[in-house]
C-alpha cells in the first residue's frame, strides 16, 4: 500500500504548515502542481519533501486556472509513483486530530473504488468556529480519501468545482463513500476564516466564470450570493481536542479597513484587475463583486461613475 497526497496549489503559504500538520502524518508521499505561485508555497512543500511540478503546459482556459487538467495530471504523476490511495485535501484544509488514526485505520480496509467522506468544517470567520446553521455551509460532506481503480478518472475539460477525488463512469454521488462521524473525523476548512480574502478569492471565481460563461449574471450571482449572506449565521466551537497541537494559520480573520495587506492571497487583487483590463470593468459591472473597496474604486477611477 502506498499513499499519496494530491495536492493542487497557488499562493497558499498562510496555511500550508496547517496542511502539512496533518498530511505528512498519512501520506508517503506529497505530489503538488504549482499554479503559477509568487509566495513561497513551492519552497515550503519541498523542504517537507513533496515534489512539486508546474501547471504551465496544462493551461486550457482564458480565464487562467484549468483544475480539471491540473487535477488529472496530479491523478497521472500519483499513478506513475505506484499509489493505491490517495489523499485529496486542498492547501486550505488539514484533518483534524481525531481523522488521523481513523484514516491509519480504514486505509488498509478500503477496497478500489471506495472512498472516505468526512463532514467539511467551514470555519468562519475564526480559526476554532466552523458553521453550525442551516446554511449550505453546515452539514456539508465531501469526499477526501479514495482507493485507485483503473477506471477513476477526472473530467480534464472542466474549468471549476470538480469533486474532490476521481469518479468512475457509473459512480453516482455518494454511493461509494464511507462516511465519518466528526467525533472520529473531520476536515478543516480555513478559506473563510480570513474574512477579506475569502470575500475577493469569491469576486476572482466570479469573474473569472464569466469570462467562461458571458452573459450568465444571474446564474453567477444566484451561485455566489450565498457567501454574502451574514445574517443568523450560527456557530459551533470545536472541542479543543479536534485542533490541539495543529499549526494554526496567523492572519488576521478580519480587517475593517480592508487593507491591501488583509488579502493573503497576493495574486488575487492583480488577477481581477488584468480581468478589467483585458475586457473592460464595465464588462463585470452586473456581477455582486463592488462590495470590495478596491475593485469599486477601480471601477470609479474608470468610469466616472459608480456601478449599477
Not at 504551465?56 to 480539471?68: A, I, Y
Not at 481525531?98 to 470567520?125: C, E, H, N, R, Y
Request: glycine share 6%; proline share 5%.
Amino acid at each position: 500500500m502506498k499513499v499519496v497526497a494530491l495536492l493542487p496549489f497557488k499562493n497558499e503559504n498562510w496555511v500550508l504548515p496547517s496542511y502539512l500538520h496533518s498530511v505528512s502524518k498519512l501520506a508517503d508521499e506529497i505530489i503538488a502542481i504549482d499554479d503559477g505561485s509568487i509566495d513561497n508555497s513551492s519552497e515550503i512543500l519541498e523542504r517537507a519533501g513533496a515534489k512539486v511540478y508546474s501547471s504551465e503546459k496544462l493551461k486550457n482556459f482564458n480565464s487562467g486556472w484549468s483544475e480539471g487538467s491540473i487535477r488529472a495530471e496530479l491523478l497521472k504523476l500519483g499513478r506513475e509513483s505506484g499509489a493505491t490511495h490517495y489523499i485529496c485535501l486542498d492547501a486550505d484544509e488539514t484533518f483534524t486530530n481525531p481523522s488521523i488514526q481513523t484514516v491509519k485505520q480504514l486505509l488498509p480496509q478500503m477496497k478500489p473504488g471506495d472512498k472516505i467522506a468526512m463532514q467539511w468544517l467551514a470555519l468562519w470567520g475564526n480559526y476554532t468556529k466552523y458553521r453550525h446553521d442551516a446554511t449550505v455551509w453546515s452539514n456539508n460532506w465531501k469526499d477526501f480519501v479514495v482507493a485507485d481503480e483503473p477506471s477513476l478518472s477526472y473530467n480534464a475539460s472542466q474549468h471549476m468545482h470538480l469533486g474532490r477525488t476521481p469518479s468512475a463512469p457509473n459512480e453516482v454521488g455518494d454511493m461509494k463513500w464511507n462516511r465519518i462521524g466528526n467525533n472520529y473525523g473531520a476536515v478543516m476548512h480555513f478559506q473563510f476564516s480570513a474574512y477579506n480574502n475569502f470575500q475577493l478569492k469569491q469576486c476572482w471565481l466570479r469573474c473569472s466564470e464569466l469570462i467562461q460563461e458571458p452573459n450568465n449574471f444571474n446564474g453567477i450571482n444566484n451561485k455566489y450570493s450565498i457567501t454574502l449572506l451574514e445574517q443568523n449565521v450560527g456557530l459551533e466551537e470545536m472541542p479543543k481536542s479536534w485542533y490541539d497541537g495543529i499549526i494554526l494559520p496567523e492572519v488576521d480573520n478580519f480587517d475593517p479597513e480592508w487593507k491591501d495587506s488583509s488579502f493573503v492571497r497576493a495574486d488575487l487583487l492583480p488577477g481581477i484587475y488584468k480581468y478589467f483590463d483585458d475586457y473592460g470593468v464595465e464588462y463585470f459591472e452586473k456581477l455582486n463583486i463592488w462590495h470590495v473597496p478596491q475593485l469599486r474604486n477601480y471601477f470609479i477611477k474608470q468610469t466616472a461613475r459608480q456601478p449599477r
